[in-house]
């Protein structure tokens, strides 16, 4: 884990903020892929970066850059979290991009 990260700050405030709601999103806003309103704790969010952390490791190194497509979603801040942890940063891919701005954003950002 990269000392100095904003991974060490979450962790940090996890420690002191553990069962207190981290992210939470309105039930309005999360129609489309849930069945409620989405909220993660501290702990929670935590135990979920960590697992896919975990998962990254296994071919993510630090000072990659990882593209990831996602909607506008909680999960997104787990994944950013996690691909911190490892010394790896995002490059964010938007869902409505078409396929020409997908390869030209992949092929220019030396994402892994």
Same mark, same amino acid.
């Given at each position: 884990m990269t000392a100095g990260s904003v991974y060490r700050?979450?962790?940090?405030?996890?420690?002191?903020?553990? $069962?207190? $709601?981290?992210?939470?999103? $309105?039930?309005?806003?999360?129609?489309k892929y849930a069945g409620g309103a989405v909220q993660f704790t501290y702990a929670e969010a935590k135990g979920r970066v960590d697992a896919l952390a975990a998962g990254y490791a296994a071919g993510v190194s630090p000072g990659d850059r990882v593209a990831v497509a996602f909607d506008s979603r909680l999960e997104v801040y787990l994944h950013l979290l996690a691909l911190n942890a490892l010394g790896a940063s995002i490059v964010p891919l938007m869902s409505g991009a078409t396929d020409t701005e997908l390869g030209h954003i992949v092929g220019h950002s030396d994402a892994a």
């Open positions: 700050a979450f962790e940090e405030s996890v420690s002191r903020h553990g $069962p207190r $709601p981290f992210l939470r999103t $309105p039930a309005e806003s999360a129609a």
